[in-house]
C-alpha cells in the first residue's frame, strides 16, 4: 500500500497531466474549471492543505466557485485528500458518489517498438481535436484546446487515421496517458493498443521511466489492455457531487 505521501506525489503528477485552463488556488487546494469538459478538470483537487482556513470555510467557499460557474460543486476525493475529515462533512452536506471510482494505474516503461501507421507528433491539429472533442459530444473547441494543451510537460497527439487518438504528457520522468478514444465503427481492430505503444515509445525517447493513466475501475476492456503494458492499480479516485 502506497504512503499518502508517494499517493499525494502520483496525484500532483494527474494534475499537471489534465490541467483546466481555469484554476483557483485555495489554501492548498485548487479548484478547477474548464466550461464543463470533463469532470477532472470541473472538480475540486484536495491533495495538498496548508491548514491557513478552516474546513467548513474552505467547501462554502469551494462551493460559491462552482455555482458562480453554473456547475454543482465536485470534489475528487483520494486517500491522500486532506483534511482528512473532508469526506465526513461532505457526506453530512448531503453530497453523493454519482459514477463509479476511477482507478489509477501505474507502470514500469519497458522497451516497446513503434508500431508504425501511428502519427505521434507535439502540436494539437484540428482533425485530432474535432475527432476527440466528437467522442465527448463537446463542440466548443477552443475550451477543448486550452484543455489539452494546459500542461506545463511536453506533450504528444497520437492519431490512427481519422479514427482514433490518444494523447500523453512527460511530467518528471512519468508518462501521463489520457485522452484515448476511437469511434465506434473502427473498435476491435488493435487502433488502443497501436497508440499506447507508440506514446509509450514517444514518452521513454523524451525520458520517461514510469507511466500514469486513469481508467473507469469498471472498464474491464481497457484496464485488461494496460496490463499488458505493465498498469498495475495503484490507488483509486472517485467524485462527491452537491445536491
Known amino acids: ?15 499537471d497531466v489534465w490541467r483546466a485552463p481555469v484554476v483557483e488556488e485555495l489554501a492548498g487546494w485548487r479548484l478547477r474549471y474548464a466550461h464543463g469538459l470533463t469532470s477532472r ?3 475540486a483537487w484536495t491533495a495538498a492543505d496548508d491548514g491557513s482556513l478552516a474546513l467548513g470555510e474552505k467547501v462554502e467557499r469551494t462551493e460559491a466557485f462552482y455555482r458562480a460557474h453554473g456547475l454543482a460543486p465536485r470534489f475528487q476525493l483520494t486517500d491522500a485528500s486532506r483534511p482528512v475529515e473532508l469526506e465526513a462533512l461532505l457526506e453530512r452536506r448531503g453530497y453523493t458518489q454519482p459514477a463509479p471510482a476511477v482507478s489509477v494505474e ?8 513503434d508500431p508504425g501507421g501511428v502519427d505521434v507528433r507535439e502540436d494539437l491539429d484540428d482533425g485530432w481535436l474535432a475527432l476527440w472533442a466528437g467522442s465527448r459530444e463537446f463542440d466548443d473547441l477552443g475550451v477543448a ?10 506533450t504528444a497527439f497520437a492519431r490512427i487515421d481519422d479514427v482514433a487518438v490518444g494523447r500523453a504528457v512527460v511530467v518528471d520522468g512519468w508518462l501521463g496517458i489520457t485522452s484515448m478514444a ?7 481492430r488493435g487502433h488502443a493498443r497501436g497508440m499506447l505503444e507508440a506514446l509509450v515509445a514517444w514518452g521513454r525517447t523524451h525520458g520517461a521511466t514510469h507511466g500514469l493513466l486513469q481508467v473507469d475501475e469498471t472498464n474491464d476492456p481497457a484496464r485488461a489492455l494496460y496490463a ?16
Open 145 to 154: 484546446r486550452a484543455l489539452l494543451t494546459g500542461s506545463p510537460g511536453r
Open 41 to 43: 478538470a470541473n472538480s
Open 1 to 15: 500500500m502506497r504512503s499518502a505521501t508517494d499517493l499525494a506525489r502520483l496525484e500532483r503528477i494527474g494534475y
Open 182 to 188: 476511437t469511434l465506434p465503427a473502427a473498435r476491435r
Open 106 to 113: 501505474t507502470a514500469e516503461l519497458g522497451e516497446v517498438a
Open 228 to 243: 499488458q503494458f505493465g498498469f498495475r492499480a495503484s490507488h483509486a479516485y472517485r467524485y462527491l457531487v452537491a445536491p
